[in-house]
Structure formats: C-alpha cells, structure tokens
C-alpha cells in the first residue's frame, strides 16, 4: 500500500465537519487543509481570469495561526466570491504565515462552512511529518 506523503480526508462527524490532514512539514500542511476545505465545501472556480493576493497574518500559535487562514480564505470567498487553489511561496513561521495566493471567482460550491473551530484543534508532529483534526461549523 502506497501512503501519500500529504492530503486530507473527511471524517464522520455528528453534526459538524471533521477533516483530517497530513503532510511532510507544516507549510504543507496548512496547503492540505485550505484544499481539503474547499474539497469539504465542494468549491468548483471558474476558468478566467485569476486574481492574486498577499496575505501576512500572525497568531499566538500554530493552531490559532490555522484557524486564522482558513478563516480567511472563507472572508474572501465570502466577501469576494474568490477561492484559490495556488499557495505560492507559503513562509511559516511558529507564530506567523507569509503568502501569495491565487485563484479566481467561484463558479459553484454545494455546501457553506460557516466557521473553523478549536475544538480538539492539535498539530501534532509525526514520523512522516505533522498531522491536524479539524472541525467546520456548517
């Protein structure tokens, strides 16, 4: 059985979402979750024109500094009918996130995530790198 290095996969949840994602290092894993979420919320862009942004957000922690971006991305989506599926040049920091984001208008999404929570939210260093549980308010 071949193990992918980084993903994410949904787990049952009462009545919420749980995603869980892995990946080789914590850049990587803050990707993995921003695509696991749009894949939760079966986000589909249009073909067009892209559009790019910057975003420089820093928390008291990793988990929070999570919650922060994908929170964000949702703002976006939310506020400016934008998803992103290209995280260019990603820098992390334990307290800190640099990155360029790109992505377009979206086209179609069959399910809304209102929230990211903190329930049960840990990264949690692995031998194969670093893995989180998160938990969507939909």
């Known amino acids: 059985m071949v193990v992918q290095s980084a993903g994410y996969h949904e787990i049952e949840h009462m009545a919420d979402w749980e995603l869980h994602v892995w990946a080789p290092n914590l850049s990587a894993l803050f990707e993995q979750a921003a695509r696991g979420m749009y894949a939760l919320s079966g986000t589909h862009l249009q073909n067009g024109p892209r559009r790019m942004k910057f975003l420089n957000l820093s928390a008291a922690d990793r988990e929070s500094l999570l919650v922060i971006f994908l929170e964000e ?63 969507f308010d939909v």
Do not use: C, M, P
């Not at 307290?95 to 049960?120: C, D, F, M, P, W």
């Open 73 to 135: 991305l949702l703002f976006l989506g939310e506020q400016e009918h934008i998803g992103f599926d290209n995280y260019d040049d990603l820098r992390l920091s334990e307290n800190r996130i640099e990155l360029q984001i790109e992505g377009a208008t979206i086209l179609s999404q069959s399910k809304e995530i209102k929230a990211v929570t903190y329930h049960n939210l840990e990264i949690r260093e692995t031998k194969q790198g670093y893995e989180v549980n998160i938990v």
